[in-house]
């Protein structure tokens, strides 16, 4: 829990407060002052007697009693400054914006965790080291700007940047966005982003907790909190956004399996967001847009109504929406002919609906009013309203926030003439209190991203009967590396996943027995290469003798091969299913498409342990190639249900066997009444144990 002296202190002093507010401690102190703090505020400064006004200590040991303390001095001269605060002045909440500690080197290292050491010995909490500070609508102790009007129900703002912060803050208040606290966590070296989270939904209250949270993360430090939490704020009606930057190297490392290859740091990232219900954005504009569309009332379909005098804007904004699911309906019928009738010749109600550059609030105030009340088949609308510097909107953007107060669907505002109608749009964003949306195609993508990402997965799902002792018996008896046919076999029934039936041969002799005894036709495989194809290492629809001894000759010649697997030809899909153990965030279950799919389109999903059936047939019908596994052109569908049921039982067995590093079925064949894992590499590497 954090220390209520950190949120909503009685009194804070400035460590290295300064005049000079160019300085951070000049303007921390400079923003203290000017944010209607109702407590006690002290400055400490060797150097003054005075700091803009206020009565200055020479040092921390001169203070009275002090509930917050935010330290914009040496590194080095911290631990010292701390240690004082915690044990001899009662301060619980810490900001530290000085640089120079694990961010630089080990002996910064050394500095932070000293500082840390004292503050958790009195129960305090840390925003920091090197950040940009801490504000909400009890005070403010950040140094850098613009400092935004604070709202109660605007969002709670968690960066690990400061920077990043500043700009994520400009483009957001230009447009309207309101904030109720910002947090820059710096180093993080008590509380980072998944801490504050956990607060938040520790201590939420529907009633006057805000249910808005964006965040700029640069790593995810505890995975599972962070789902923990933040599933379980949007479980309780939080919207949350977020940005996970460094993605783009994530996939660089090399990997001896398809699963490897696909299930990198940043894909993990992806399903962690996914299974908790986050927003993911990928730049700053994305972030601030999302989060200005939870500002809105929810919107409860996928039908929009556009809403223009302006018919380019409006068709790229059609196309956005469609080309991301989204539906931009046709409007027709006697309601429809009614509206036309109001508005001027030429108009358009078949949607996009296009009231031509003449139109007017008067016929703005109509269409609304036909979308909220006639027309059925719209969820939503956007109304696309500037000007070509002919006119003044004034009167257009009051009758526009006054439909937004009271009509039953929400309304989003994309105001692009921000040259020629500069001043009215200020008005609607500063008097009115409105967001602005100035780019529709930007708009469209982030409304898509918002209606597109599922709700937070049951936080318990149902998961397979599987036989644990039979999984353990294999993994506690096998070494480090790839499992034998025989073992995988023995894990694959242990949770119940269909296979072939198979024989690994390493004689001319045996490989004719196992035909004699299965029949034709027959699959031969190389036993050793890793990628089977590529080396020539396949054969199928092998279908006699002969044929079966001069394959298996030409085959035990192939470099790396040590045996060679046979087993009935099968027929279906190809799909795949595969698991990778990642850093922090445990297992990772993939599944799509299999085959050389795998390889050359990548259409895969990837959700984190523990994945039940419901959750992995979300995870299939999201797939891009989903409409072949549904069958087209007359191809035989695949048993969905057995698909997902595959999947949720390899999430149960390496949630058994954590130690199985990589796995990958693929492919498995899947039919209207089967789903059969035909190929299958499991890689274990057993746990260190730390002492």
Known sequence: MINTKLLNPKSIVVVGASNDVHKPGGKVFKNLLSCNFSGTIYAVNPKETEVQGVKCYAKVEDLPQVDCAVLAIAAKYCPAAVEVLAQQKGTGGYIILSAGFSEENAEGAKLEKAIVDQIDSVGGSLIGPNCTGFLNTNYCGAFDAPIPELNPKGADFITGSGATAVFIKEYGMVNGLSFNSVWAVGNSAQMGIEEVLEYMDDTFDPQSSSTVKMLYMENVRNPQKLLKHASSLIRKGCKIAAIKSGCSAAGSRAASSHTGALATSDVAVDALFRKAGIVRCYNRE?????????????????????????????????????????????????????????????????????????????????????????FENIDAMVVIFGSPGLFANWEVYALLDEKMKSGKKPIFPVLPSIVNVKEEIADFINTKKRINFPEECVFGNALAKVLNTPEPVPENPVLPQTD????????????????????????????????????????ETDAV?????????????????????????????????????????????????????????????????????????GHQVLCGLGGIFIEVLKDVKASLVPVG???????????????????????????????????????????????????????????????????????????????
């Open 468 to 507: 644990v002792a039979a999984i353990r018996r294999v993994i506690d008896s096998c070494d480090n590396g790839y499992l034998s046919l025989e073992n995988i076999r023995i894990l694959l029934d242990a949770v119940g996943i269909a296979h072939k039936d198979e024989a690994e041969v390493t004689t």
């Open 286 to 374: 994305e972030l601030v847009t999302v989060t200005s569309i939870f500002m809105h009332p929810e919107v409860k379909g996928r039908n929009i109504a556009i809403i223009t005098h302006a018919g380019g804007p409006a068709v790229m904004l059609t196309d956005t929406l469609s080309n991301n699911g989204l539906n931009v309906p046709h409007i027709e019928g006697k309601a429809a002919d009614e509206l036309l009738t109001k508005l001027f010749p030429g108009s358009s109600v078949a949607n996009p609906i296009d009231f031509l550059a003449t139109g007017t609030a008067e016929q703005l105030g109509a269409i609304i009013d036909a979308c909220n009340d006639q």
């Open 613 to 691: 059936k419901e959750e992995a047939a979300e995870m299939i019908r999201s797939l891009h190639g989903y409409k072949i596994i549904q069958g087209v052109r007359g191809q035989e569908a695949v048993n969905e249900d057995l698909f997902a049921d595959a999947v949720s039982r390899v999430s149960a067995l390496v949630q058994a066997a954590p130690e199985i590093a990589e796995m990958d079925l693929n492919p498995l064949l899947g039919s209207s009444k089967t789903v059969v894992a035909v190929d299958a590499r499991i890689r274990v590497e057993k746990l260190k144990i730390e002492n």
């Open 513 to 585: 027995a196992f035909a004699r005894k299965t029949g034709y036709p027959l699959v031969m495989k190389v036993v050793g290469p890793v990628h089977k194809s590529d080396v020539g290492g396949v054969v199928l629809n092998v279908k006699d003798e002969t044929t079966v001894i001069r394959e298996f000759n030409r085959l035990m010649k192939i470099q790396d091969t040590y045996a060679v697997e046979m087993y009935p030809m099968l027929f279906g899909t190809e799909l795949f299913i595969g698991a990778s153990r990642e850093d922090k965030f």
